[in-house]
């Protein structure tokens, strides 16, 4: 069975770097594609971007200037790093993954990530 | 980017009542389409990929259809546990984006 477990630090300044890890188990990392995805408290979904098992990126272009997804392949991890953080990226983020063309069949738990001085 | 737009953005039901929730692109995916749930505190579960194609383990009581702009969601007869948060999302062209979610209540 798949899992993903993410972690990071939930109490950002402005200003700061926001960092969340995120641990595939249970299944391979090749031949998928991992994904970030953010939910802001009681508004929807925004796909924040992907890495695939080879390395290659895509970004939304919304953050595309503040966003660095990496991933190490010997430990099945992959990472999210936002930069100049503000109060509206106040949200869980959840990492995903990416089965066939853009289908997120697994998730992890989400973490509550909040921007505040 | 590709707007995707649901409708209604809540319905209150009865269980064992039929549900139809629709999702509009606004340009043409194929039927580059999913459908997730989402319960409060949860992450989204995977329901539909492919416009009409059962996720594995999801109840047959879902069913989804439509291609090109226009989407749609049933629930044939609604369960205690199908009261949620329900989005689309296409997988078309990146950026991946979602609908703006219809919450399916009690009614």
């Known amino acids: 069975q798949v899992q993903l477990q993410q972690w990071g630090a939930g109490l950002l300044k402005p200003s700061e770097t926001l960092s969340l890890t995120c641990a595939v188990y249970?299944?391979?990392?090749?031949?998928?594609?991992w994904m970030w995805i953010r939910q802001p408290p009681g508004k929807g979904l925004e796909w924040i971007g992907e890495?695939?098992?080879?390395?290659?990126?895509n970004y939304n272009p919304s953050l595309k200037s503040r966003v660095t997804i990496s991933g190490d392949t010997s430990k099945n991890q992959f990472s999210l790093k936002l930069n100049s953080a503000t109060a509206a990226d106040t949200a869980v983020y959840y990492c995903a993954r990416g089965s066939g063309r853009g289908i997120l069949d697994y998730w992890g738990q989400g973490t509550l990530v909040t921007v505040s001085s | 980017d590709i707007q995707m737009t649901q409708s209604p953005s809540s319905v209150s039901a009865s269980v064992g009542d039929r549900v139809t929730i629709t999702c509009r692109a606004s340009q043409g995916i194929s039927s580059w389409l999913a459908w997730y749930q989402q319960k409060p505190g949860k992450a989204p579960k995977l329901l539909i990929y492919a416009a009409s194609s059962l996720q594995s383990g999801v109840p047959s009581r879902f069913s989804g259809s439509g291609s090109g702009t226009d989407f749609t969601l049933t629930i044939s007869s609604l369960q205690p546990e199908d009261f949620a948060t329900y989005y689309c999302q296409q997988a078309n062209t990146f950026p991946l984006t979602f609908g703006g979610g219809t919450k399916v209540e009690i009614k």
């Open positions: 890495i695939s098992h080879s390395g290659s990126t």
């Open positions: 249970g299944g391979s990392f090749s031949d998928y594609y």
